[in-house]
């Protein structure tokens, strides 16, 4: 089973900046995942194999996603950062096969189609 790690969180104050790291390799597409207490998970971005990417509307223009192929590792650079934006964050990948995209340039795609998750890396943001 494909484990995977996230770090880079932590505590800022609002409009502050943090990157989270997510170490995978041989994925279809990677998706970035939150998780509020008492809320539930939800999707925040992702990136399919030809480089397409998607975001939710709460954090489009400032929330990047982004890979380095070379090192096997994909970042998520959060600015502006707003106290929403607290919560659990989980990097998660699928893999669907040689080839098979994940269609994330149609949209982000659920929970479900991800088989393999990262443990989580807190972000809070003070106002």
């Known amino acids: 089973q494909v484990q995977l790690q996230e770090s880079g969180g932590g505590s800022v104050q609002s409009g502050g900046s943090l990157r989270l790291s997510c170490a995978a390799s041989?994925?279809?597409?990677m998706g970035w995942f939150r998780q509020a207490p008492g809320k539930e998970r939800e999707g925040v971005a992702a990136?399919?194999?030809?480089?397409?990417?998607n975001y939710a509307d709460s954090v489009k223009g400032r929330f990047t996603i982004s890979q380095d192929n070379a090192k096997n590792t994909q970042y998520l650079e959060m600015n502006n950062l707003k106290p929403e934006d607290t919560a659990m964050y989980y990097c998660a990948t699928a893999e669907l096969g040689p080839g098979v995209l994940c269609g994330i340039r149609m949209g982000l795609v659920g929970p479900g189609l991800y088989n393999a998750w990262g443990q989580g890396t807190q972000v809070t943001v003070s106002s």
């Open positions: 041989l994925y279809s597409c």
């Open positions: 990136i399919d194999s030809d480089g397409s990417t």
